[in-house]
């Protein structure tokens, strides 16, 4: 180019110190956000707001935006948005992950602490014990060199593991660096390289909004946290394991490379250790000086075990001294030195007195059975799902039979079995309805899904009334105070029957009904209005499209410039966004294909519904290079996805179109580039790599 080599010269000076100056404070800002990120997950006692979080996030994201080249793995914004893995590599564990041999009462626990002092040289009545509660996840193992966490994996077969380093990263509560030396409170010298184990789970809370949007998706539901924990943390696109808030307690470390200034001579030691160097160690825990103190705290938990916000089935104990565990060793399969206590499920008596047939939101019905309230694990259970009719005929539950319920993971009921020999003699089979019970349409399936379902969609009151629910909640157009008795009530007056009515109710509409003064009237118009300006992704996954919950919505509402763009975009373009597969993006054209649909989004939009991806005030402050640029991507990016590249064009005021013509300036071309790559050839069009592209923007 023909730029005077002083002024290149200038403008390399200028870009090196403002290099460095950005360096600094993105150092500055990734030390502050770790410490609010610990104050926050770990200890649960924040010092600063989330908007004054958000702040300093912000901050940091837009100067990583300017200088990608700064990026690391360690850095609080990578925590989300690592690439999606076609399969987890399999890793070897530094030492085996063993598993736990049961006990199941007192004698046996006994018999256990018996074997303890015959097999190594313990002076009777010496030995204490670490009782901490037996979470109910899944064992992972950690790996820091010098403070920086380098690798994540699943238990596997006990020897080798699956890498799931990038499912590990969006787990808030876990640290990516340990504190760094010299700041305060650091408990010494870090080793350069050392393994810690512990938990994984699900918290009870995101279990059940999970399920709830499971369930809403029509989708089917997880039976408890651990198997949702499961499917979560082995996600292969890292961003859905990232929105389904993981938690980790963490009970082992062991120093894989010395040197380590503190090093553990006890359990209790080293859960102390793990603590102070950041990690979340279970609450339920009890240094116990005998056994006896043991059996206090079993019994203490087993009673307070319903109120915690994790799953538990029971209780580890541990002998606490490391020295003596070491003597102690391990059988084929499990440490010798330790024993699993397992809580005996709780499984009452009920009877059914009713089959309910409910109808969700996409139509889907649901046999659910009603039956006389029975105490369960610590509240009153009257209802408990069948899940779908095959599950239904499989267990044979019967109107007026007499069934065995539990708690699944001491949360969902379920029910186990019929108690054959109670069934009254007059119980008959139950039958798969051939119409709605709502609005009796004749009942379909569609392909070889297990739900039956009534196609019913826009007149059945059951699907309006729950894809108006839907509309409205938090993760949707989030309209707050509009909930399901107002709007039990708006649709028995026939004021809405679809979404877009919402946006043409008046204060005087809302005024006419029950309980409703002048005051909510207002509200409730208000937070409509506000609904108005939710982003493209609530939008998307307001409209209850089939397969797209919140998590897909906000990857298509990132691929997309807007509801147009979506409901025109080929399949291909559709699976190209990684995390959605051939089943979502066929969905997705359903969906737009279908004309109700198409006038509910032209409706919406003249009511004034945002249908366009908002630009943040972060993005209005990024220089528009590229305005009036067309670029066209092809192959695959070394390192950015497309959707991210395509956003970055975006950002920056420039286009991206799918096929080269000679309007085309840019052609971004990674690896396997096909026919594209050619055609710019032809057409003289200028090709450029994924390195030279950030050089552009940065
Ligand atoms: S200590 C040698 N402590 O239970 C294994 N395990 O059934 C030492 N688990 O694979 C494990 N909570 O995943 C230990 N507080 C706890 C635990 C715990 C859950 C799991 C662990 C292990 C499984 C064995």
């Known amino acids: 180019m023909g730029s005077e080599p002083q002024q290149l010269t200038l403008t390399d000076m200028s870009e090196t110190t403002g290099k460095a100056a950005a360096e600094k404070r993105i150092e500055e800002l990734r030390r502050k956000l770790d410490r609010h990120n610990y104050l926050y997950y770990v200890l649960d006692r924040p010092e600063i707001t989330d908007p004054e979080y958000d702040m300093l996030y912000r901050e940091l994201v837009s100067l990583e935006e300017r200088h990608p080249e700064l990026i690391t793995p360690g850095s609080p914004t990578q925590r989300i ?43 009777p009545g010496t030995i204490d014990y670490v009782a901490e509660l037996k979470i109910d996840g899944l064992a992972v193992s950690l790996i820091y060199e010098n403070g920086k966490l380098v690798r994540g994996a699943t238990r596997g077969d006990g020897m080798t593991g699956e890498d799931i380093t990038s499912n590990i990263r969006t787990i808030n509560s876990i640290p990516m660096s340990l504190p760094t030396p010299g700041a305060p409170g650091r408990p010494g010298d870090i080793p350069r390289r050392m393994e810690v184990r512990g938990e994984v789970f699900m918290p009870v809370e995101s279990f059940l909004k999970l399920n709830e949007e499971q369930q809403l998706k029509g989708e089917k539901e997880f039976a408890n946290p651990r198997n949702a924990g499961a499917g979560t ?8 394991t990232a929105s389904r808030n993981l938690d980790a307690f963490f009970y082992s470390l062991s120093i894989l490379e010395g040197p380590g200034e503190r090093v553990p001579r006890t359990q209790w030691e080293s859960l102390e250790l793990l603590s102070d160097l950041g990690f979340k160690i279970n609450p339920g825990r009890a240094h116990c000086k005998d056994l006896n103190a043991v059996l206090d705290f079993i019994r203490h938990w087993d009673t307070h075990r319903k109120d915690l916000n994790f799953a538990t089935d029971g209780a580890v104990i541990k002998v606490n001294s490391l020295g003596l565990q070491d003597v102690l060793g391990y059988t084929a399969k499990s440490p010798r030195w330790a024993a699993a206590w397992k809580y005996p499920p709780e499984i009452r008596e009920t009877r059914v007195i009713e089959i309910e047939h409910s109808v969700g939101r996409t139509g889907v019905i649901t046999p659910v059975a009603i039956m006389e309230p029975v105490n369960l694990s610590g509240t009153t259970v009257q209802r408990a799902s069948l899940h779908n009719f ?27 079995e019929v108690v054959l020999s109670k069934r009254p003699s007059d119980a008959r089979r139950e039958l798969r309805p051939e119409t709605c019970p709502i609005c009796g349409t004749p009942t379909t399936k569609i392909g070889d899904e297990v739900a039956l379902r009534c196609p019913n969609r826009t007149g059945c009151p059951a699907q309006q009334r729950n894809r108006l629910e839907h509309w409205v909640s938090k993760s949707a157009m989030d309209i707050d105070g509009i909930g399901p008795s107002l709007l039990e009530q708006l ?27 002048e005051k909510s009237a207002e509200n409730a118009v208000k937070a409509i209005e506000a609904s108005k300006t939710r982003p493209l992704s609530s939008l998307i996954n307001a409209l209850g499209i089939r397969h797209v919950g919140k998590e897909t919505a906000i990857l298509l509402a990132n691929a997309f410039p807007g509801i147009d763009e979506l409901a025109e975009a080929t399949l291909e373009k559709l699976t190209e966004i990684e995390g959605v597969g051939p089943q979502v993006a066929e969905s997705i054209q359903v969906y737009f294909a279908d004309l109700e649909h198409r006038n509910l989004i032209h409706e919406l ?12 005030a972060e993005d209005e402050s990024i220089p528009k290079i ?11 990016l070394p390192t950015l996805k497309r959707a991210e590249a395509e956003a970055l064009i975006r950002k920056r005021g420039g286009k991206t179109s799918g096929s080269v013509s000679k309007k085309t300036d840019f052609v971004l071309a990674g690896e396997e580039a096909g026919s594209k790559y050619v055609k710019a050839q032809e057409l003289g069009v200028k090709i450029i790599s994924e390195e030279e592209f950030l050089s552009m923007i940065s």
């Open 233 to 240: 943390v082995r996600q292969l696109d890292p961003r859905i």
């Open 491 to 517: 649709l028995d007056k026939g004021l809405v029957s679809s979404p877009a009515d919402l946006y043409r109710l008046t204060m005087d509409d809302f005024m006419g009904l029950e309980r409703m003064g």
């Open 390 to 416: 095959d599950e239904l005929e499989a267990k044979d539950v019967r109107k007026g039979d007499t069934v065995k319920v539990h708690k699944a993971a001491e949360i969902i009921p379920e029910v186990l």
């Open 626 to 636: 590229f305005e009036g640029q067309t670029f066209v991507l092809t192959g695959t």
């Open 605 to 616: 939009k003249e009511l004034g519904v945002n249908t366009v991806q908002q630009p943040s």
């Open 81 to 123: 948005g690592a690439a999606p893995v076609k399969e987890f590599q399999s890793v070897r564990h530094p030492s085996r992950m063993y598993s736990l041999d049961n006990v199941f009462d007192e004698n046996e626990l006994k018999a256990w602490e018996e074997r303890l002092y015959r097999q190594s040289d313990a002076t």
